[in-house]
């Protein structure tokens, strides 16, 4: 009987010390849980921080050049569906050296885009590929006022003479550039679906 009362006081202690708990989280507006779950999103915040700190000044550069380019992409792309947001970025990338080229930093032209845009063209040093060699010459390309406008100007030539509106297959679209003729380069086909993978920028096409 003893043993029985025992145990009936025990868990009435119990009872006692969570309803005591319980009080206190009433009174105390849930500090404890905020207390917690502060801690825990303070360690998800730093686990954030210590992967941002540990990529290289490339791998940073490389990412803000994708987000520059990705965000007009998307943007034209909603508009017009004619050239998917991979492959504007895909083609950023080559054509400029991730935005390190003359042309793009003075032109606002990080396709290679030639001739001349609303009259404004200059003269820039390029290589082209002749009979699967490549040869350094100069070329006139199109100076826009902007990577937006290079991007809609971009994207309605390239509609209209080398793809299909409407190709919605990534790797379609950059075996057709490259059958149709936009560059000379015979791996251009395989270096835009290389970029495109090595940096899944096809997640841009489904905004």
């Known amino acids: 009987m003893a043993k029985k009362r025992r145990r009936k006081k025990n868990n009435q202690s119990g009872v006692a010390t969570l309803i005591f708990v319980l009080a206190l989280f009433v009174i105390?507006?849930?500090?404890?849980?905020?207390?917690?779950?502060n801690d825990f999103f303070g360690t998800q915040n730093r686990s954030t921080a210590q992967v941002s700190t540990s990529e290289t000044p490339e791998q940073k550069r490389q990412r803000r050049f994708i987000s520059a380019m990705a965000k007009p992409?998307?943007?034209v792309y909603k508009k017009n569906h004619q050239v998917l947001p991979s492959i504007v970025v895909a083609q950023a990338i080559i054509e400029s050296n991730w935005g390190q080229s003359q042309l793009y930093q003075q032109a606002d032209n990080p396709?290679?885009?030639?001739?001349?845009?609303?009259?404004?063209?200059?003269?820039?040093?390029?290589t082209e590929y002749v009979n699967g060699k490549a040869e350094k010459i100069n070329?006139?390309?199109?100076?826009?006022?902007?990577?937006?406008?290079?991007i809609l100007d971009h994207d309605a030539v390239v509609s209209r003479q080398f793809l299909p509106s409407g190709t919605t297959?990534?790797?379609?679209?950059?075996?057709?550039?490259?059958t149709n003729g936009y560059a000379t380069d015979p791996s251009?086909?395989?270096?835009l679906i290389n970029v495109i993978g090595t940096y899944s920028?096809?997640?841009?096409?489904?905004?």
């Open 28 to 37: 105390g507006g849930g500090v404890g849980v905020r207390y917690l779950m």
């Open 188 to 191: 251009y086909a395989k270096k």
């Open 73 to 75: 992409a998307v943007r």
């Open 111 to 126: 396709f290679g885009m030639k001739g001349n845009y609303n009259g404004n063209t200059k003269l820039f040093p390029t």
């Open 169 to 178: 297959n990534y790797r379609t679209a950059a075996k057709l550039l490259q």
């Open 201 to 207: 920028l096809n997640r841009f096409d489904g905004y």
């Open 139 to 150: 070329a006139y390309f199109r100076v826009y006022p902007s990577l937006e406008a290079a």
